[in-house]
């Protein structure tokens, strides 16, 4: 025993005089190739003296990059994320300019922003050599991976023997993207866990794959929500006007996000999945979690919690290696973000975006920074010992919108995911408890070119032409046609023409007589809101959800300009007479509790439409008006609101399909020739495969029972950890 002590010892110091040795010739090589970088004085030095110099520097930056670095990332926790990795580059630089004059000659020195570059590349270097030396020692590996787990488990209880669970999202990948990405080759490790792939002999699977149904609003905030609190009721889109306060809510806002996880916790009277020792990483919403770490929704809010959820950026950032490979990772993305947008446009390719702006440093943050800083986070609480870890990486979603769902810039994207899962998978083999890992996704995505380039006019536009407000000229040319020329024939009545000619010409509409269907005041324009391929058209000054009756009475054009328009599938709205009303191109008008026998309009977005439009009419923030773009079944293909060539938000196509893939020690999410659909309905199965391993955590106990259980499920577990034994960190 301890011989081999003694060769752990020696092996961990040869390794570490390798890798100073090799920081001593970089920093030699780099001061041969700057100009403003010397270590020698003005005099001149003899080849010894600035081999030593070098020695000495390399050895002072590599202990204060250990010592000091954890200090100052530590320090500015409360700096913005996308600052601080910023500062990398510039923090890095002074440990560099103070370790050179920590030397014995006194005489290096270097100019401020050499010592940026000199710095970057001898940590990047170090980081590659202790890499590669570590990749040839598995022994070392485990080692280095088993040290860690009992450095943040020391103090705590030992860990529970039973699996833990990590729910992993791949943001906006849909179930079809993820069986062609399989097929192509480009994910090797979920085709192993399927046992598939391509060229490949079938092998012995230890996941199964899924699809499943989302809501009508098909995006990560009414979808994640559902999984994380069980209930995403009243989430009609991405983004809504509420008339009760005057305020448009957003699911990526973070007031908005605490808000609506305050609502679905009321709602359920229950904390969440991740109440029973769990950690909630990248998400919008906090599942309940304790440990939570770049959460939108705890970004304001209780005292402390912006330290709180920016403290996830230390376990990674205070590795200057790690800070320094992430910043040049960043830089490296934004130049392929460039190059790729610009070969795009040199082509003509079509469908296209603008994808200038800050595009490509937002785009370089979802697909470098976050994924960095969550994979790493996850890692830490696998090493822990947590019992249940949900994750997000967003990037795929980021990069889709802009390059398109089966792009090759977003193939690439799906190509680092998997090897991200790869180091999951690889890190659960050292965990101090075995791990099931679950990969799903919130919702897919709709290719097709955006409403505004096919038509020359934004849906505002078309909403402002039938209220008989100003529109910009360059909307001129297709706004007579937009109301009752698609009427399969049947021409538009004397009022609906004369309104559309005087919408498009922007003069007022012709005044109707003033009965009980006309709002008394001041009338404001209408707010009118995108969430993908999903729009919502809403009235300030009417404090109630208004009727199919009232608008007409207001607006005699708006409805047929909006239901007629060949970009428009269908309409949502609320009637006197019907309770909800869809109305459809060609003057169709179908109540809500008539769509299963006569779907209409909505036959071509397939099933389950129905239902996802009536469960939106319940909800108390509908909007006046729910506009659902156009849909082509057969290329899947639908027309964004928003400027995306990949969209997802409402009904039709990819986007409404994601995926779930479990392993197959937990049981089977729904029974053969049965559908799941819905988040909540998701949200019920995560909870059940985590009572699975060794029966109910906590003591049932009558309280709240969340509105979404009808399956009989069982109760769900309070907020809280009482009885819950943990694996502390």
């Known amino acids: 025993m301890r011989d081999v002590r003694w060769r752990r010892i020696l092996s961990q110091t040869g390794r570490s005089i390798v890798v100073w040795a090799v920081s001593t010739v970089t920093m030699l090589v780099l001061a041969g190739l700057l100009p403003d970088f010397q270590l020698q004085s003005a005099d001149g030095d003899s080849a010894t003296s600035i081999a030593v110099t ?30 601080l990795g910023l500062l990398v580059f510039f923090l890095n630089g002074s440990l560099l300019l103070l370790a050179l004059r920590l030397t014995p000659s006194g005489s290096s020195e270097a100019a401020p922003e050499t010592a940026v570059v000199v710095a970057a590349v001898m940590s990047a270097v170090a980081s590659a050599t202790g890499a590669a030396l570590a990749v040839r020692d598995d022994e ?92 995403n009721f009243d989430i009609p889109a991405f983004r809504w006007y509420e008339k009760d306060s005057r305020e448009v809510m957003v699911c990526n806002r973070p007031t908005s996000a605490a808000e609506l ?28 979690a304790d440990e939570q770490a770049l959460v939108l ?23 200057p290696a790690n800070a320094v490979r992430t910043a040049l990772s960043f830089v490296a993305e934004v130049g392929r973000e460039i190059h790729q947008s610009t070969r795009a446009r040199l082509r003509g390719q079509l469908p296209r975006v603008r994808r200038g702006g800050l595009y490509p440093l937002v785009r370089a943050f979802a697909t470098v920074v976050e994924r960095d800083v969550v994979v790493a986070a996850v890692i830490g609480d696998m090493l822990v010992g947590r019992t249940a870890v949900y994750a997000d990486l967003v990037a795929y979603d980021e990069v889709a919108h802009h390059s398109g769902p089966h792009s090759r810039d977003a193939e690439q994207v799906l190509r680092r995911m998997d090897r991200s899962l790869a180091l999951l998978g690889k890190v659960a083999e050292h965990a101090p408890r075995s791990y099931r890992i679950v990969v799903l996704s919130d919702h897919g995505q709709s290719p097709g070119e955006t409403f505004r380039s096919r038509y020359g006019l934004t849906l505002g536009d078309l909403v402002r032409a039938g209220c008989g407000l100003p529109v910009p000229r360059r909307a001129d040319r297709t706004l007579a046609h937009a109301v009752g020329a698609a009427r399969a024939g049947e021409p538009p009545t004397g009022t609906e023409a004369r309104a559309a000619v005087r919408a498009a010409l922007h003069r007022p509409v012709e005044e109707e007589r003033h009965d009980r269907h006309r709002p008394a005041g001041r009338r404001s324009d209408p707010v009118v809101l995108a969430s993908g391929n999903l729009g919502l058209v809403s009235f300030p000054d009417v404090p109630h959800r208004m009727t199919r009756e009232e608008i007409d009475a207001r607006h005699p054009a708006l409805l047929p300009a909006l239901a007629n328009h060949p970009g428009i599938g269908f309409l949502l709205v609320r009637s006197e007479e019907h309770g909800g009303l869809v109305l459809g191109p060609g003057g169709a008008e179908i109540p809500l509790d008539r769509l299963d026998e006569a779907p209409g309009p909505l036959a071509v977005f397939g099933p389950g439409a129905a239902d996802a439009v009536r469960r939106t009419h319940s909800f108390p923030h509908t909007a ?58 998701v949200h019920r199965v995560l909870r059940r495969w985590l009572r699975e391993p060794d029966g109910p955590q906590v003591p049932l106990a009558e309280g709240p029972r969340s509105a979404r259980q009808p399956d009989g499920e069982g109760p769900t577990e309070p907020d809280g950890r009482e009885g819950q034994e943990e694996c502390a960190a």
């Open 54 to 83: 070098a020695a000495f520097g390399a050895g002072f930056f590599g202990l204060l990059s250990a010592l000091v670095w954890p200090l100052l990332v530590r320090l500015l926790l409360l700096v913005p994320a996308f600052v």
């Open 261 to 288: 996880q305050r609502r679905a916790v009321e709602r359920t009277g229950d904390g969440g999945l991740l109440t029973l020792d769990g950690a909630s990483r990248g998400n919008l919403f906090g599942g309940g």
């Open 140 to 231: 070392a590996y485990r080692r280095r991976l088993s040290r860690l787990a009992v450095r943040r488990r020391r103090g705590g209880p030992p860990c529970p023997q039973t699996p833990g669970t990590v729910f992993l999202q791949f943001d906006g990948v849909g179930h079809d993207v993820l069986m062609d990405a399989v097929r192509k080759g480009l994910m090797p490790t979920v085709a192993g866990w399927l046992g598939t792939g391509p060229d490949k002999p079938p092998t012995p699977s230890t996941h199964r794959l899924t699809s499943w149904r989302t809501d009508w609003s098909s995006q990560t905030g009414a979808s994640q929500l559902g999984i994380l609190h069980a209930s």
């Open 624 to 681: 006046d008006i729910m506009v659902n773009s156009w849909h082509d079944p057969a290329a899947g293909e639908v027309l964004a609101f928003e400027e995306q060539i990949g969209s997802h938000g409402g009904l039709g196509g990819a986007q409404s399909r994601p995926f779930l893939m479990s392993p197959l020690a937990f049981s089977a999410p729904v029974e053969d020739g049965a559908e799941l659909v819905g988040a909540e309905h």
């Open 297 to 319: 929704s705890i970004a304001i809010g209780r005292r402390g919690s912006r330290t709180r959820s920016r403290s996830g950026y230390f376990a990674y950032f205070c590795d």
